[in-house]
């Protein structure tokens, strides 16, 4: 397997996809374009997920201090605009990048090592996601849960990814080769954010199936960002949702992966609530409002679950 020999215009392309987020698209971008990294080698591929803003602006802005290209996707959906910039990408490594994110200094040159020194035999890598935590912390939010607000650290050595449903990479800070996105066909289109839902695991899946494909899977510290967690995701009632349309986005993967008939989903559905019920402390949880980060860490995992029965059965629309 090789993915080196693709021509291409540069080495790498950093994705990232916005809608109508430019102050933050501004900030994010400028932290690429400062990045210690020959400016002939890498470019900047915008896309503009129908914003009515003024993201059209903040792209041009930098265009004489990097190679940016700028995309509109009117089409309304994260993997959507994540394939129209990926297959628009002039780089041999597309690196996956959010709109309210700041790459850390040798964050490019990180991207570039790990990749040249792999042989080809590494299809998907990704690195450590500090937050920035924009309001206090909240007592009640476990380090267990955290992780939904794009917080990723695996330590401080490279490690190998063998079962993407156990451990995964973010997709706010993840790249590939090029020729291995198109051999898989992206990101399927049924996963991720479609307006204000909360669907998710379009990364999580995209891993799987580079994995499936027998290409590895590669952790990288020194492939370093900061997210932003902002004060209107600090709260109980966002947590509940994101945690309901995880499992939502689990059931979504199964459809995908398996095609289950009507009477298997229905089954399905049955044997995870069952097993919900098995736990009296997941029960509790769900039926009282807590401060307790333990027991708020049980609601949310037993949402999971309801999630899960409710997308089997159709609720996510597949």
């Not at 265009?63 to 700028?70: E, F, H, I, K």
């Not at 040249?116 to 267990?144: C, Y």
């Not at 490279?158 to 996105?181: C, H, S, Y």
């Amino acid at each position: 397997m090789t993915s080196g020999d693709v021509k291409s215009l540069y080495l790498i392309s950093v994705v990232v996809c916005t809608r109508n987020r430019a102050d933050l698209l501004r900030k994010a971008v400028a932290s690429i374009v400062g990045q210690q990294f020959p400016k002939e080698k890498f470019e900047i591929v915008v896309v503009d997920n129908g914003s009515s803003d003024h993201t059209g602006l903040v792209a041009t802005e930098f265009n004489s201090q990097a190679n940016v290209l700028y995309l509109r996707e009117d089409r309304i959906g994260l993997c959507v605009a994540r394939n129209t910039g990926w297959e628009k990408a002039r780089g041999r490594y597309v690196v996956f990048f959010d709109d309210d994110a700041i790459a850390q200094p040798g964050w490019l040159d990180a991207v570039a090592e790990a990749f040249e020194h792999s042989s080809g035999t590494v299809g998907v890598i990704g690195g450590r996601v500090d937050p920035v935590w924009l309001g206090p912390r909240p007592d009640w939010l476990a380090d267990e849960i955290a992780g939904a607000l794009t917080i990723l650290d695996r330590g401080p050595q490279q490690k190998f990814i063998t079962d993407a449903r156990r451990e995964w990479l973010v997709g706010a800070n993840m790249a590939a080769p090029k020729a291995v996105l198109a051999e898989v066909g992206g990101f399927h289109p049924w996963l991720d954010r479609v307006g204000s839902n909360l669907l998710s695991s379009g990364d999580v899946y995209l891993q799987m199936q580079i994995i499936r494909r027998g290409y590895k899977c590669l952790y990288v510290p020194k492939m370093a960002i900061q997210h932003l967690a902002p004060p209107s995701r600090l709260t109980q009632a966002w947590f509940t949702k994101r945690f309901y349309w995880q499992g939502m986005s689990d059931a979504v993967m199964q459809i995908i992966q398996d095609c289950p008939s009507k009477r298997h989903r229905l089954q399905l559905a049955i044997r995870r609530l069952a097993q919900l019920a098995t736990s009296p402390k997941r029960v509790k949880a769900l039926s009282f409002p807590t401060s307790d980060p333990a027991i708020f860490r049980e609601k949310c995992l037993a949402l999971i679950d309801l999630g899960y029965a409710a997308g089997i059965l159709g609720a996510a629309g597949r």
